[in-house]
């Protein structure tokens, strides 16, 4: 941790010392064509699949279709790549509790709920989606693509094993054409550099980059823990690896985005607007993905960008009561009357709280608010089995 | 002559009881799961080979993706309901001595949530219910796993016995097959003995 904190110190310091060089390529975005249609063999190959792929994405029924989000999120896009070059984009979001964005292509760009629980503010979701967008404008999928043909037939070989033992093939299928959008090291370099560019062009700020890798760290770091493991970080990039290590790849980006102009607002009121509605369900889905040091950091992450909310108090309530060690049932029984406090209204609250305290053995208490849910909520789906609580 | 060697160990492996799927007889069947779990179908089932868990055992009519009944015969307090595919990075909730009867099917959705990836997953009704005289859980759900996308409706049936987990569940997409063979299921599981 110190060694980190050093090295990104050092890093940005040495960067500062030479700021002339900062305006000269700092805006120099690569040229495109409007209307884009694929050129080559591959090429029309790789949009043929793109095109299907997206088909599904469309139709999925994970795709977060109600609200404003994708709208939302395809505004932030086209702020910060201008509205010419997105005018072509379609944007998707997808409940699915990891971190992750990726542009296909044929110019779909699909992001997941997990992503957006995690970014602090808009600045931070602009500089993973303009690095997405990089890769896009530069085609990288194509150059991949050229060079790794052989994904297919590592495909064709799994669906043969998926046959003989019976296992699910369906992801791994998804997840190795994914791969063909994975990119390489220095792709991932350029992809970087580029996005900086979109961010410092639109006006946020270009440190953002790197926060968000130093927040994934920390995240893993704190899920680890939270499982009794060592943390996992490396600081070096592994010959096989195809991602710059995330040490690596956080100081450099400070470096970088130190010799581009500071920028403005990270737009952190507008971001969480926007999510607010969907927060508690992204929180839901976290929660029991039992992932107690992880989860953690990611609640107290947002609670300094919005204090201790009813939501927040409440998923943190959930995350101590899944755990169930006597102190965390303690523990979970003072959330969820702070969440309360704090203006959470929902009837699931006197109903995990009773559950809590019974399973902590405070039985009366249990009963009361058990009772109190019962009363708001007479015909739930689970009024039988709480009743039966009741009365053993 | 290596060949013939190499064939006749590949056939001899592939036709012991182990590796096979087997045909349910209509009839009692005894230490359900490696446990003490028994149950008397009074139709054919097919068991598959597959085990997803030490204590766990897979029963379907026409391929577990169209209809599954699966076994958790007696998971002890500290293990998962199923095999961890990654211990390290995807661990599976345990069971707990502690656990209230209403944790049974949360404990179902954090394991489904971990192990197949399903990020749609809800528990529908839930009421008390005896599983062979021994107070438990008799609870209803639907889910999409991550790999088929298909809308899977569910029913289970479980109860803490002696400080270990019984559960019974049955699976099948929604669209007809969950309908055609529940029947079967509910008559399957009022024959259930601990």
Same mark, same amino acid.
Not at chain 1, 167 to 175: D, F, Q
Not at chain 1, 309 to 320: P, S, V, Y
Not at chain 1, 346 to 354: A, I, K, Q, T
Not at chain 2, 30 to 43: K, V
């Given at each position: 941790?110190?060694?980190?904190?050093?090295?990104?110190?050092?890093?940005?310091?040495?960067?500062?010392?030479?700021?002339?060089?900062?305006? &000269?390529?700092?805006?120099?975005?690569?040229?495109?064509? %409007?209307?884009?249609?694929?050129?080559?063999?591959?090429?029309?190959?790789?949009?043929?699949?793109?095109?299907?792929? *997206?088909?599904?994405?469309?139709?999925?029924?994970?795709?977060?279709?109600?609200? $404003?989000?994708?709208?939302? +999120?395809?505004?932030?896009?086209?702020?910060?790549?201008?509205?010419?070059?997105?005018?072509?984009?379609?944007?998707?979001?997808?409940?699915?509790?990891?971190?992750?964005?990726?542009?296909?292509? /044929?110019?779909?760009?699909?992001?997941?709920?997990?992503?957006?629980?995690?970014?602090?503010?808009?600045?931070?979701?602009?500089?993973?989606?303009?690095?997405?967008?990089? %890769?896009?404008?530069?085609?990288?999928?194509?150059?991949?693509?050229?060079?790794?043909?052989?994904?297919?037939?590592?495909?064709?070989?799994?669906?043969?094993?998926?046959?003989?033992?019976?296992?699910?093939?369906?992801?791994? /299928?998804?997840?190795?054409?994914?791969?063909? !959008?994975?990119?390489?090291?220095?792709?991932?370099?350029?992809?970087?550099?580029?996005?900086?560019?979109?961010?410092?062009?639109?006006?946020?700020?270009?440190?953002?980059?790197?926060?968000?890798?130093?927040?994934?760290?920390?995240?893993?770091?704190?899920?680890?823990?939270?499982?009794?493991?060592?943390?996992?970080?490396? !600081?070096?990039?592994?010959?096989?690896?195809?991602?710059?290590? @995330?040490? *690596?790849?956080?100081?450099?980006?400070?470096?970088?985005?130190?010799?581009?102009?500071?920028?403005?607002?990270?737009?952190?009121?507008?971001?969480?607007?926007?999510?607010?509605?969907?927060?508690?369900?992204?929180?839901?889905?976290?929660?029991?993905? $039992?992932?107690?040091?992880?989860?953690?950091?990611?609640?107290?992450?947002?609670? &300094?960008? @919005?204090?201790?909310?009813?939501?927040?108090?409440?998923?943190?309530?959930?995350? %101590?009561?899944?755990?169930?060690?006597?102190?965390?049932? &303690?523990?979970?029984?003072?959330?969820?009357?702070?969440?309360?406090?704090?203006?959470?209204?929902?009837?699931? +609250?006197?109903?995990?709280?009773?559950?809590? +305290?019974?399973?902590?053995?405070?039985?009366?208490?249990?009963?009361?608010?058990?009772?109190? !849910?019962?009363?708001? !909520?007479?015909?739930? @789906?689970?009024?039988?089995?709480? $009743?039966?609580?009741?009365?053993? | 002559?290596?060949?013939?060697?190499?064939?006749?160990?590949?056939?001899?492996?592939?036709?012991?009881?182990?590796?096979?799927?087997?045909?349910?007889?209509?009839?009692?069947?005894?230490?359900?799961?490696?446990?003490?779990?028994?149950?008397?179908?009074? =139709?054919?089932?097919?068991?598959?080979?597959?085990?997803?868990?030490?204590?766990?055992?897979?029963?379907?009519?026409?391929?577990?993706?169209?209809?599954?009944?699966?076994?958790?015969?007696?998971?002890?307090?500290?293990?998962?309901?199923?095999?961890?595919?990654?211990?390290?990075?995807?661990?599976?909730?345990?069971?707990?001595?502690?656990?209230?009867?209403?944790?049974?099917?949360?404990?179902?959705?954090?394991?489904?949530?971990?192990?197949?990836?399903?990020?749609?997953?809800?528990?529908?009704?839930?009421?008390?219910?005896?599983?062979?005289?021994?107070?438990?859980?008799?609870?209803?759900?639907?889910?999409?796993?991550?790999?088929?996308?298909?809308?899977?409706?569910?029913? =289970?049936?479980?109860?803490?016995?002696?400080?270990?987990?019984?559960?019974?569940?049955?699976?099948?997409?929604?669209?007809?097959?969950?309908?055609?063979?529940?029947?079967?299921?509910?008559?399957?599981?009022?024959?259930?003995?601990?």
């Amino acid at each position: 941790m110190k060694l980190r904190a050093f090295a990104l110190m050092a890093l940005t310091g040495f960067a500062t010392l030479q700021p002339a060089r900062a305006a &000269q390529d700092a805006f120099q975005l690569p040229p495109y064509a %409007h209307a884009y249609e694929p050129q080559t063999v591959d090429e029309r190959g790789q949009w043929m699949e793109a095109d299907e792929r *997206e088909r599904q994405i469309r139709d999925c029924p994970l795709r977060i279709r109600e609200g $404003n989000l994708e709208t939302y +999120l395809r505004a932030v896009l086209c702020r910060e790549v201008g509205q010419d070059r997105c005018a072509g984009v379609r944007v998707y979001a997808m409940e699915i509790p990891k971190f992750n964005a990726s542009m296909m292509a /044929n110019g779909a760009m699909d992001v997941w709920s997990g992503l957006l629980l995690r970014v602090r503010n808009e600045a931070e979701l602009a500089a993973v989606l303009g690095h997405e967008f990089a %890769h896009f404008e530069l085609r990288h999928g194509l150059n991949r693509f050229k060079t790794q043909r052989g994904t297919s037939d590592a495909m064709a070989w799994i669906s043969v094993l998926g046959g003989i033992s019976n296992t699910p093939v369906g992801s791994a /299928n998804l997840s190795l054409l994914g791969s063909v !959008y994975r990119f390489g090291r220095d792709q991932e370099s350029q992809a970087d550099l580029l996005g900086l560019k979109y961010l410092a062009n639109s006006g946020y700020p270009a440190g953002s980059a790197s926060l968000v890798w130093q927040s994934l760290m920390a995240e893993e770091d704190a899920s680890a823990l939270g499982r009794k493991q060592k943390p996992k970080q490396k !600081y070096t990039a592994g010959f096989f690896d195809s991602h710059p290590a @995330s040490f *690596e790849r956080a100081a450099r980006l400070a470096q970088e985005a130190a010799k581009l102009p500071a920028g403005g607002d990270a737009r952190a009121k507008e971001f969480q607007e926007a999510v607010a509605p969907y927060l508690p369900r992204f929180l839901t889905a976290q929660v029991k993905l $039992n992932d107690f040091g992880g989860s953690e950091y990611i609640l107290s992450n947002l609670s &300094q960008r @919005s204090g201790w909310t009813g939501d927040l108090l409440f998923a943190r309530a959930e995350l %101590h009561r899944a755990r169930a060690t006597p102190r965390d049932l &303690q523990l979970a029984s003072q959330f969820y009357r702070d969440a309360k406090g704090a203006g959470y209204s929902n009837p699931d +609250l006197d109903r995990n709280l009773g559950l809590s +305290l019974l399973r902590n053995g405070q039985t009366e208490e249990g009963r009361a608010a058990l009772s109190s !849910y019962l009363t708001a !909520y007479p015909d739930a @789906s689970d009024a039988k089995a709480i $009743n039966a609580l009741l009365a053993n | 002559m290596r060949y013939a060697f190499m064939i006749a160990v590949i056939v001899g492996a592939s036709s012991s009881a182990c590796l096979a799927n087997a045909l349910i007889s209509p009839g009692p069947h005894a230490a359900i799961a490696q446990s003490r779990l028994s149950a008397t179908p009074d =139709g054919q089932w097919n068991r598959l080979s597959r085990r997803d868990g030490k204590n766990v055992e897979l029963w379907t009519l026409d391929g577990d993706s169209l209809n599954k009944v699966t076994f958790f015969g007696g998971i002890p307090v500290g293990k998962p309901l199923l095999r961890e595919i990654d211990k390290n990075n995807r661990p599976l909730p345990k069971v707990m001595s502690n656990m209230l009867i209403t944790d049974i099917p949360a404990l179902l959705e954090s394991t489904y949530r971990s192990q197949f990836s399903v990020n749609q997953i809800q528990i529908e009704t839930q009421e008390p219910a005896l599983l062979d005289g021994n107070k438990g859980i008799r609870f209803t759900y639907a889910f999409t796993r991550a790999d088929d996308e298909v809308l899977r409706k569910g029913e =289970g049936i479980g109860a803490m016995v002696g400080g270990q987990l019984y559960l019974v569940t049955y699976e099948a997409p929604s669209l007809y097959f969950f309908e055609k063979d529940l029947e079967k299921f509910h008559k399957l599981i009022t024959t259930l003995k601990l």
